[in-house]
């Protein structure tokens, strides 16, 4: 207990965790002596203890109880009282600092928590820190205020309230004025909490755009597949990398540095990481071929073709959506046979098309049944134009495609409920509200117009009635109707006499 300790405290939100901070992890050099600042998942924390010498600093009682009776040495308290007498070779704060201060004891700011863990590394000691973007692509999409509280942790202002830097560029300055060398710097996405890519933003500029864009979008969607946000983060996140903001847009940054002198032992992160169970590493080799390395396997998934030259070209579902939106009827038909010729059991979101090739972008994922059925959900549930207007439900769209596809088998019968999540976004709400409006105005328009026609109709009938009743009550018209009686009887007697 060093000062500062919140009994009876839980943290309301997730320790931060995951297959590639635990990746990272096992990086660290054997035997060092780490301090662990803040609430992390225990697989982490025990993939540090299987191989350093651990401390770790919460502020939580009841969570620094647990920690001590499983062995591990613990600092139960605020940062603030955190001395720099016992100094580490390595300090991790890949939840970042903001819950590192107590209730108890001065709130420290980001700049001030910065230095305070600064003081805690020896000469030559690494500091492992993640920085959640106060702009990025998570917080863009986040219904929800970005400076109101959200759980009982938030008693501070958020947002401009905060020293915390902006940017990777300012995030990098700020750390050598604290006299912090950086010798690694990437980007969190989907999540700065549990994050599935973790690229360079070198990697984001001048690596392969297109299949980075696409691996980003799939990233985020499988995180917030059936999560309500404003607009779909798929689009904003492909489009932030493709236009070169995707440092700028990441949901945070994780930062490597060190303190004067030079460590002899330094982690060697590589460009781009991806995965959420079998952990995959992306570089270019020797002559600039950017390949794919399985450096952590998984035994519940398959990921022997993990390995290899990573495949350029588009995404298949952004050439889709494309070209539904451009009702371009041939390049849907050609994209859907490629597709269903090379890989029917691929999503869309998962492939890439370079000409006529067509490759997996993420080996790793698992097989899927009806993809074309997929997509049909991606096409409704996102509020996109295509060039069959009429199909307004799964079922009849997915056949459409199964036909344009080359494949009007039959069709297997899904119920909505097993039916891909996607995330729920307002923005495509609106959009097929105002779809439907426009249908709904389209056919009041043409309701009116068919009443006006039947309404001049109907006048044009009662006058020809009433001009009926009008002339079959004169003599003139009794006397014309016997006369053409009596001409219509001698016609047929002159009729039947000459033949």
Not at 11 to 21: Q, S, T
Not at 185 to 208: D, E, H, K, V
Not at 341 to 357: F, I, K, M, W, Y
Request: glycine share 10%; with cysteine.
């Amino acid at each position: 207990m060093i000062g500062g300790e919140m009994p009876d405290w839980v943290e309301d939100r997730l320790p931060v965790g995951g297959a590639l901070f635990e990746y990272i992890a096992g990086l660290v050099p054997a035997g060092a002596r780490v301090l662990v600042a803040g609430p992390h998942d225990d697989g982490l924390i025990d993939a540090l203890a299987a191989r350093t010498r651990l401390t770790v600093l919460v502020r939580s009682q009841p969570r620094a109880i647990e920690l001590d009776t499983r062995g591990l040495s613990v600092l139960c308290g605020t940062l603030a009282k955190v001395t720099d007498t016992d100094r580490y070779d390595i300090v991790v704060a890949l939840d970042g600092v903001r819950r590192l201060c107590s209730v108890e004891g001065p709130q420290l700011d980001w700049v001030e928590s910065l230095q305070s863990l600064h003081k805690t590394l020896r000469p030559g000691g690494t500091l492992l820190l993640a920085v959640e973007n106060e702009l990025g692509a998570h917080r863009l999409v986040d219904p929800s205020s970005a400076t109101a509280a959200q759980g009982d942790g938030d008693w501070l202002p958020l947002g401009e309230f905060d020293t915390k830097p902006g940017n990777p560029t300012r995030l990098a300055e700020r750390l050598v004025t604290e006299g912090l060398a950086v010798d690694w710097l990437g980007t969190l996405w989907p999540f700065p909490a549990a994050p599935t890519l973790i690229a360079t933003p070198s990697a984001l500029r001048n690596g392969p755009v297109d299949a980075l864009a696409a691996a980003t979008a799939g990233a985020v969607g499988r995180a917030y597949a059936n999560r309500e946000v404003l607009s779909d983060p798929r689009r904003l996140a492909a489009a932030a990398v493709r236009g070169g903001l995707g440092a700028e847009l990441a949901a945070g940054w994780l930062v490597v540095a060190h303190r004067a002198p030079r460590p002899m032992a330094t982690l060697n992160l590589p460009a781009v990481l991806f995965g959420d169970g079998p952990v995959v590493e992306l570089a270019a080799d020797e002559t600039g071929t950017w390949v794919r390395r399985l450096v952590r396997e998984d035994p519940d998934r398959e990921t022997t073709a993990a390995t290899g030259p990573l495949p350029a070209g588009r995404l298949l579902e952004e050439l889709l959506l494309t070209a539904c939106l451009r009702h371009d009827l041939p390049l849907v038909r050609r994209l859907l046979a490629g597709w269903m010729t090379a890989l029917p059991r691929s999503a869309a979101d998962n492939v890439v098309v370079h000409g006529d090739a067509y490759a997996v972008l993420d080996p790793t994922v698992p097989a899927q049944g009806d993809v074309l059925r997929q997509f049909a959900h991606t096409l409704l549930g996102g509020g996109y134009a295509h060039p069959w207007p009429a199909a307004t439900d799964v079922a009849t769209l997915t056949s459409l495609l199964h036909g344009a596809a080359g494949q009007p088998g039959v069709i297997a019968d899904i119920s909505p409920a097993e039916d891909e999540p996607l995330p729920d976004s307002r923005r495509e709400h609106d959009e097929q509200l105002r779809a439907l409006r426009r249908q709904v105005a389209d056919a009041a328009s043409r309701a009116q117009w068919f009443e006006r026609e039947i309404e001049r109709r109907d006048r044009e009938l009662r006058k020809l009635r009433l001009q009926t009743a009008a002339f079959s009550g004169t003599v003139g018209f009794r006397a014309a109707k016997i006369s053409y009686g009596v001409a219509r009887k001698v016609r047929n007697r002159l009729r039947k006499g000459l033949s």
